[in-house]
């Protein structure tokens, strides 16, 4: 729903049975199993069945966004303006079940795109959120964080961990993340003869999370390729105890 220009607002009510999951492979040509599929954490165990009902609002605001109408339909300009979003989660009991989790979550971004000058360009996110009123939480309902340790994916280089296991440091209190890239048609390697006139730019990217248990984790990179379709990223990560680990990653967004 957009209940005036550059406001999106979303709401959902659903009622969900969960059941864990299995991932097993009876037979391989190559003699091979699967690994469990089953998150790496200290705390983790198996979710039982449950049911559970859940409210969500959200909304997304930019401010002075214009647009124009292309075949009957809006269509918003890119603007340098910053957009704010909120949502609220509501998990509420039900009594009928043997197990039903419930819980508030309250969550809160900004999110903004900077052209500076006629080429180079800055973009940074931020979020933050928490629970409160928990109760039977299950591993579903945790707060997952954008991570990718495969050496291809489908997510710009912007936004997100590369480092990281899918739930490393996925949370039930409290977190906060920050994203940061500059995009530029000179960095390093541009100013070397053989690449000076290449049609591609260099980029750096820096991005921190805070949870109870990690405060912070940091990511450091450096990419270059075609502004945010393909780019090749090198990174490096860093935990509270110092150096975590280093990769490669190739961004087809």
């Not at 469990?36 to 859940?54: D, F, G, H, Q, Y």
């Not at 109408?69 to 009991?93: G, H, L, M, Q």
């Not at 940061?180 to 290449?198: D, E, G, Q, S």
Request: aromatic share 16%; net charge positive.
């Amino acid at each position: 729903i957009e209940p005036f220009n550059g406001l999106m607002f979303r709401t959902s009510l659903s009622w969900e049975r969960r059941h864990k999951l299995e991932n097993t492979v009876h037979h391989s040509i190559l003699g091979g199993k699967a690994e469990a599929n089953v998150p790496r954490l200290a705390n983790w165990t198996e979710m039982s069945a449950n049911r559970i009902l859940k409210l969500q609002l959200a909304f997304e605001y930019t401010p002075c966004n214009y647009y124009r109408i292309v075949d009957n339909r809006k269509v918003y300009e890119e603007t340098e303006n910053p957009t704010i979003s909120f949502s609220y989660t509501k998990a509420f009991r039900i009594a009928s079940a043997d197990r039903s989790p419930a819980y508030t979550k309250i969550q809160a971004g900004i999110r903004q795109t900077i052209n500076v000058g006629l080429f180079n360009k800055f973009i940074w996110t931020a979020e933050a959120g928490f629970f409160y009123n928990r109760n039977g939480m299950e591993f579903p309902d945790y707060h997952h964080f954008p991570t990718v340790q495969r050496t291809s994916t489908k997510r710009p280089l912007s936004y997100g961990f590369f480092l990281l296991d899918c739930y490393t440091f996925s949370t039930t209190e409290r977190w906060a993340m920050v994203n940061t890239t500059w995009y530029t048609p000179y960095l390093l390697i541009k100013y070397l003869p053989f690449f000076r006139h290449k049609k591609f730019d260099e980029g750096l990217h820096l991005r921190a999370l805070a949870t109870p248990d990690e405060c912070p984790y940091i990511e450091a990179s450096y990419s270059c390729g075609v502004e945010e379709k393909a780019r090749v990223g090198f990174c490096m990560g860093f935990e509270k105890k110092g150096y975590r680990s280093l990769g490669v990653t190739l961004s087809l967004a």
